[in-house]
């Protein structure tokens, strides 16, 4: 792991109404890491990638991305820095075919509004980088199959080609195995440790098996606060988080 | 795959086309003395068309509804009847393009404000902009008011000396309208099927999602108001030749509500199901008019009737007839992802519709 640092959040808060969702939370991300954020339904994960993302802008505190501050950018700004996401809900345009979907995320590199009318040969570039970002996540067979007609699972590979299409240095990635079968979760598993050596991401995981897998770092949140946070070895032996959250998994996690 | 549709569409569409340009050649057999009527009325089912096809880019494509569309229509119409002189017909070569910029210039003012409001705001803000022209026309000295403006002449199509259209001859004025309606139904079928249309229709499905994919999504949306504005305009250039006058009717939402229903009728975001459904609702509107007094209720009705059984209007009567859908329902859920696939292959390769 490198030490360089992309992503830093000091005393990150924000508040909906008397709710406090994410509480004082200092974050930070180094460049080639996967950091996982785990915690109990609640405890202000989402609401954390939300604010990395720039999708709703915190009551207090500020999210540093290569030391410049996302405050006051719009989430077109903030995707165009590098700040690439997926979200929880599948996410993904219906209508429009596998490839079709990734090449509209490809296409951003084109550059202002007039991006679309840009000449074949561009075009060409566009297509071949959707379908090698489609074979990245093994999705070359289902290029041309409505997004609607694909299976849930291969409509969550998609989202996260769509996030790689648009050559982000950092993936923010919400959940990407929420409610897949074991093998689908073994596969994506799979193609997020192969992507590590290009790519920095956030996750945010249920899947234990896959987190401690993956994971170079983890910070484990709890009510909006940051229970404990450092290298994937001391938060699995953590008291303090084995109290906390994994002692429901206890049997799970030494498995 | 979207914007892609059966052969049959394409077939259907042509021969409709040839039917309505052949319009000459049988119109006095069948009308016999009412031929010239029938021959303007065809004519206006022309230019309402191409209104209802330039609603469809914002209504079907990008999914803004607008209620005020009917503003850029008689801002064509007004555009054409203020700038014409009033003893001598004007060039379509000056014409066209001052109406286009007029109606491109207050599209991006109009747009510039609205199109960041979505839903029932976007409706509410295009209604109130229609009103506010409706009544600063219709109580405007220099527009004549409720009156509105007549056109002594309409304007000349021609090179030097030589007339190219004679846009007086009811018959190339008809021409004329078709070969416009045919150049802004191309146009729509190139816009829907470039990467630009794909930028739109993501809008569509999900704006929120564009936007995290890095998308501008208000700049997409404000080019699609003004393109759809400057065709209406268009549209409304032509009826306000074909009438000889512009009037506040023109401008106000009846004609927008209108226009939706035709929308409807047809089937929104076909491009060419919006052309159908102008002609459909011109043709009910003729025959109830001339049943009863109370037409209204007829049309209403129709349109209730028309939402209830044709959820995607005409156009989706064509595109999936009952007895195709009927086979698709029987087939298990299961089996879906197989048949579209199939479907996909199938239509990938040609390029068809």
Known sequence: MQDKTILATHGLTRRFGGLVAVNEVDFDVASNEIHAILGPNGAGKSTLINLLSGEIPPSEGEVLYRGQSIQGKSMRQIARMGIGRSHQKTNIFPRLSCLQNCELAARIHMGGVFGSWRSRLRAHAVSERAMEMLETCRLTHRAYIPAAAMSYGEQRQLQIAMVLATAPSLMLLDEPMAGMGREETAQVTELLASLTDRYTLVLIEHDMDSVFRLADRITVMVDGSVLESGPTEQIRTSEKVRDVYLGRHDEEVTA | ?353
């Open chain 2, 1 to 353: 795959m979207l914007h892609r549709y059966p052969k049959r569409v394409a077939i259907i569409m042509l021969i409709l086309t040839a039917l309505v340009a052949a319009f000459p050649l049988w119109g006095e057999a069948v009308f016999g003395t009412q031929a010239n009527f029938m021959l303007e009325k065809l004519t206006l089912m022309l230019i309402l068309a191409l209104f209802a096809m330039s609603l469809d880019l914002l209504v079907g494509i990008v999914g803004l509804v607008s209620l005020g569309h009917a503003l850029f229509f008689g801002l064509g119409a007004y555009t054409l009847a203020l700038a014409s002189p009033d003893f001598s017909p004007a060039s379509m070569w000056w014409m066209l393009p001052l109406v286009m910029g007029v109606s491109a210039s207050i599209g991006l003012f109009i747009g510039v404000l609205v199109i960041r409001t979505k839903g029932i705001f976007f409706i509410m803000t295009t209604l109130a902009f229609g009103q506010m022209l409706y009544y600063f026309i219709s109580t405007s000295q220099f527009a004549g008011g409720t009156d509105g403006v007549f056109i002594m002449f309409r304007p000349s199509l021609a090179i030097g000396e030589r007339t190219l259209v004679d846009l007086d001859n009811p018959y190339s004025f008809f021409y004329f309208c078709l070969g416009m309606l045919l150049i802004g139904y191309f146009f729509l079928r190139w816009l829907t099927r470039s990467y630009f249309g794909q930028v739109l229709d993501g809008i569509h499905d999900n704006e929120h999602r564009m936007q995290a994919l890095g998308y501008a999504t208000s700049g997409y949306k404000l080019i699609a108001f003004v393109i759809a504005g400057v065709m209406a305009a268009i549209a409304g250039m032509l009826a306000a030749m074909q009438y000889g006058f512009a009037n506040p009717a023109q401008l106000g939402w009846h004609t927008s509500g209108e226009v939706l229903m035709m929308l409807i009728l047809g089937g929104m975001g076909t491009i060419f199901g919006p052309i159908l459904g102008a002609f459909a609702y011109e043709i009910l509107l003729f025959i109830y008019e001339h049943a009863t007094t109370h037409w209204p209720i007829l049309m209403g009705l129709t349109i209730i009737a028309a939402v209830l059984v044709l959820p995607r209007g005409i156009a989706g009567l064509i595109i999936a007839p009952p007895w195709q859908r009927k086979r698709n329902n029987d087939d298990a859920p299961a089996a879906k992802k197989e048949q579209a696939s199939e479907a996909v292959q199938s239509t990938t390769p040609r390029k068809e519709g």
